[in-house]
């Protein structure tokens, strides 16, 4: 089973600021099999980035992703009210399971 | 507008068995493999199922093999999530999605094991 670690746990930051969020796996992933969600409570998550670095539809140019192998990053340029949220990324390779992280919750500072 | 909405949650007791429902509107369901994804309270999203457009394939989380079974209705526009032998561990909110990448979600269901 492929194991992904997020950090950090929690970002507290303010808004304006840049977010950058880490997603560890313990062997490589393919990277057309990396996808980033964006969950906030009482609603359903979204998809945010897939293929590693590819924006879904209607999703802002702020959000970006990047990485391959075991290392990826999901960067939000600058942070607006409503990107305020936990964050999740998540391997389906070839492999069942599919894992998801643990998750990083962007917060106000 | 792709629309997904899960039904069938609620209180079962420990042991006991419980169907979920997920129906598909505004895009051609027979075209796309589906998950199932749950969040316990307080934790982070657990995949735990997938079918294949076809139904051919079909993957299970450890956590819920030989307990949970996947199927699909493809003139019905319908996913469908059988649980048995339920744990108290299974109390979550249970998501369906689209396509291996689940790009679209439906708003869950929720289902408590508790006695």
């Known amino acids: 089973e492929i194991v992904l670690t997020q950090s950090p746990g929690t970002l507290s930051l303010s808004p304006g600021e840049r977010a950058t969020l880490s997603c560890r796996a313990s062997?490589?992933?393919?990277?057309?099999?990396l996808v980033w969600y964006q969950h906030k409570a009482g609603q359903a998550p979204r998809l945010l980035i897939y293929g590693a670095s590819s924006r879904a539809t209607g999703i802002p140019d702020r959000f970006s992703g990047s990485g391959s192998g075991t290392d990826f990053t999901l960067t939000i340029s600058r942070l607006e009210p409503e990107d305020f949220a936990v964050y999740y990324c998540?391997?389906?390779?070839?492999?069942?399971?599919?894992?998801f992280g643990q998750g990083t919750k962007v917060e106000i500072k | 507008e792709v629309q997904l909405v899960e039904s069938g949650g609620g209180l079962v007791q420990p042991g006991g068995s419980l169907r979920l429902s997920c129906g598909a509107s505004g895009f051609t369901f027979r075209s796309y493999g589906m998950n199932w994804v749950r969040q316990a309270p307080g934790k982070g999203l657990e995949w735990i199922s997938f079918?294949?457009?076809?139904?051919?394939?079909?993957y299970y989380a450890d956590s819920v093999k030989g307990r949970f079974t996947i199927s699909r209705d493809n003139a019905k526009n319908s996913l469908y999530l059988q649980m048995n032998s339920l744990r108290a561990e299974d109390t979550a909110v249970y998501y369906c999605a689209r396509a291996r990448d689940s790009d679209y979600w439906g708003q869950g269901t929720l289902v408590t094991v508790s006695s």
């Open positions: 079918i294949s457009s076809s139904s051919s394939t079909i």
């Open positions: 998540q391997q389906y390779g070839s492999s069942p399971p599919w894992t």
């Open positions: 062997q490589s992933v393919s990277s057309s099999s």
